[in-house]
């Protein structure tokens, strides 16, 4: 019977444009699943989008949309991108579609039924960017994961009954599969061992979500709902046979990929839905790092992103995967530079396999007319050409097992420690002296060590494949092998090439870049920074994980007399905000904490106003705020913008406002 393979990579939020932070997630999966195809398992591959929620809300509202059409766009966008890069992928699942909604609303009822779900009352801290319920912060305490300021939500909810699951989530643990790697299998264990509260499941101060069933005044908790899109993808929920079939075959998961910010979710709530429900939880979670740029993950709301496309203009798809998985170790962070990207692209791509691959089928091509050359098994074999082929063997065995561990970096060090051993053998063995030469045993000599090449060429792009599917198919093809998809890779061995193949058309596979390549890509980048910072209010820049600060709230005065332009103007983010709450803060007579909801987020601002307004009269108002204000902070807390206020002469401080109506997150300009 054919073995089966079901992987998954997050579903991705469509508040940002894709970038290559999420390319990596799904680089890692696509290599997985297409390794996967050629060992002859029937693999599923899925991706998808996650469009529901107050994040997601917030942000259409900000860019002036509906949530379904600016969910339309970005998944889009999502969607074009994978196909760019040769993604894999068997099916795209957007959360908003009706069969993904139908299907999770039948998980809830099933929950509900078994009587895993009561009604209760939430009140505490929320981050709506990592759309998490925080247990234990206080209002104002940022969110430990992502550092935004949490928001304080009191309202009626559903409540799911985790806390029943503690000791069979450990009991899971236990198994090492479970979570990889170890590091943040320790940290789930502790998490869990400190005691787990029942988990609110429904939001009911917002409607952008799938209504709960015979309740629609409530939500489902965007993550049960996004959580859900695996088996819901599959067929969990339809009744449809040929659905029920696949989510029989499908379910559970090999191989669930993630970032390291969405452990809990996976590894906590994720199993214990799926116990509730009755159905097996998925075999491994594989956690990976982040990928850093210029010192801090790469994210929208940093604004340091890079983007894919710049990198597949200039260098192409394969040189973007093999660079992630060749330099981030898989579990850690790894930074991203232009630099490191073409260095690690000539040295090992344009001077290392596509070198070995030109030289060796150039020369077979020269003194073989272009046909795969008989090795000699006589007197003129020597030890060096033993010594490839057992390092071939040794290549095949360790890559496999390094790659199934999900250490890429490994595992593609040891493939490209056979291609310098081949190199080395080249130049040693000098082919090209012996092709000038007409004797007999120059002959013979110069057909082992093509031969040779040739074949550890060989192995080395079928081990590759998954990770550069298109320039390995194209060597393949040069080396007159046809179509590498057919390749069974569970049985490569050395000494398969077949004698006397003859080669296809032999064409430089991976081009030297110059220096002008990281100009290049870097300039793009800096175009399309430009052209976002004028994009409006969608690409507003958003927090930076160490919450932008501001001093109180004092008018701006500019030096007397002195014009600026009208771009000077434009670098000053206003926007009208929200006063959700307002209080005091203690020992400081003049300073008021505020959370001031902006349209995308709320944010912390401490405003030098307490002598002018009593906390309770400004909840609920509308107020200007300096939105893109370097960061600051006041009395040990951080502050995170400006309230602009006119400041009257006796330094009064009175705050502006509107006369009319406006909404929340509209940008002044
Ligand atoms: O978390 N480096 O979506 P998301 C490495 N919708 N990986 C990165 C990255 C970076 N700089 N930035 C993002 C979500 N990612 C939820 C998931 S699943 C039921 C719901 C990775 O768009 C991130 O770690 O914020 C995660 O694995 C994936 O992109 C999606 O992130």
Not at 213 to 241: E, F
Not at 504 to 517: I, L
Not at 568 to 581: P, T
Request: proline share 5%; hydrophobic share 40%; net charge neutral.
């Amino acid at each position: 019977m054919t073995r089966k393979f079901y992987i998954t990579t997050p579903i991705y939020y469509v508040n940002a444009h894709p970038h290559i932070g999420h390319a990596y997630t799904t680089i890692a999966c696509d290599t997985i699943a297409r390794r996967q195809r050629l060992l002859g398992a029937e693999t599923f591959f899925l991706t998808g989008t996650d469009e529901h929620g107050q994040k997601i809300e917030r942000a259409a509202q900000a860019a002036g949309k509906t949530p379904q059409q600016y969910a339309d766009t970005i998944s889009a966008e999502f969607r074009q991108l994978w196909k760019r890069m040769g993604i894999s992928n068997d099916d795209f699942i957007r959360t908003t579609e009706d069969r993904h909604k139908r299907r999770v609303q039948a998980l809830f009822r099933k929950l509900r039924d078994d009587g895993y779900i009561y009604k209760g009352t939430y009140t505490g801290q929320y981050c709506v960017s990592c759309e998490a319920y925080i247990d234990g912060a206080q209002p104002g305490d940022p969110c430990p994961t992502c550092g935004r300021i949490t928001e304080t939500v009191r309202e009626d909810n559903y409540f799911f009954k985790l806390s029943t699951f503690q000791e069979r989530l450990l009991a899971l643990y236990a198994n090492p599969e479970f979570i990889r790697p170890e590091a943040r299998r320790n940290e789930v264990i502790s998490f869990v061992r400190s005691g787990l509260r029942d988990l609110s499941i429904s939001r009911s101060t917002f409607t952008w979500g799938i209504p709960v069933p015979d309740d629609p005044k409530h939500v489902i908790y965007v993550w049960l709902d996004a959580l859900a899109n695996y088996i819901t993808a599959i067929g969990y929920g339809s009744s449809h046979p040929g659905a029920q079939e696949a989510f029989k075959k499908f379910w559970p998961a090999d191989v669930q990929m993630i970032g390291k910010e969405i452990v809990r979710f996976h590894c906590v709530y994720w199993p214990a839905f799926l116990m509730a429900a009755g159905l097996e939880v998925p075999k491994t979670i594989g956690a990976h790092g982040w990928l850093l740029f210029e010192e801090s993950k790469m994210s929208k709301s940093r604004g340091n992103i890079v983007r894919t496309e710049t990198i597949l203009d200039v260098l192409g798809a394969d040189a973007l995967r093999y660079f992630l998985l060749r330099e981030v170790v898989f579990g850690q962070d790894g930074s991203f530079s232009f630099d490191a990207l073409v260095q690690r692209y000539n040295s090992d791509l344009a001077n290392g396999l596509g070198n070995l691959a030109s030289r060796t089928l150039t020369m077979i091509n020269r003194y073989f007319r272009g046909e795969v050359p008989y090795p000699s098994r006589g007197a003129s074999k020597t030890g060096a050409d033993d010594a490839v082929a057992e390092a071939a063997r040794k290549t095949i065995r360790e890559f496999g097992a390094l790659f199934d561990q999900f250490q890429f970096s490994r595992a593609l060090e040891t493939a490209w420690a056979l291609v310098a051993a081949v190199d080395k053998y080249i130049v040693e063995n000098e082919p090209w002296a012996l092709g000038e030469r007409q004797d007999e045993d120059s002959r013979s000599r110069l057909a082992t060590v093509l031969y040779t090449a040739a074949e550890a060429l060989r192995i080395v792009t079928a081990l590759a494949y998954p990770v550069m599917p298109e320039a390995t198919a194209k060597i393949w093809s040069q080396l007159g092998l046809g179509d590498i998809k057919k390749l069974a890779l569970s049985e490569l061995a050395w000494g398969q090439l077949p004698l006397g193949t003859k080669l296809g058309e032999v064409q430089p596979v991976f081009p030297r870049a110059d220096k002008s390549a990281i100009e290049r890509m870097q300039k793009m980048e800096e175009e399309q920074k430009g052209a976002m910072l004028t994009e409006a209010p969608a690409a507003a820049p958003v927090l930076t994980s160490v919450p932008q600060t501001a001093p109180a709230a004092v008018p701006a005065v500019s030096a007397a007399g002195e014009k600026i332009s009208i771009d000077d103007f434009a670098k000053i983010e206003l926007r009208v905000g929200l006063v959700k709450v307002a209080e005091r803060v203690p020992k400081a007579d003049k300073l008021l904490r505020l959370e001031v909801d902006i349209g995308t987020e709320t944010r912390q601002v401490l405003a030098g106003i307490a002598e002018a307004y009593a906390p309770e009269t400004l909840i609920g108002r509308k107020v200007v705020i300096v939105a893109n204000l370097a960061p600051r902070k006041l009395r040990g807390m951080e502050s995170n913008g400006m309230i602009v206020a006119a400041s009257l002469e006796d330094g009064k401080p009175v705050l502006a406002g509107f006369l009319e109506d406006v909404p929340v997150g509209a940008r002044l300009k």
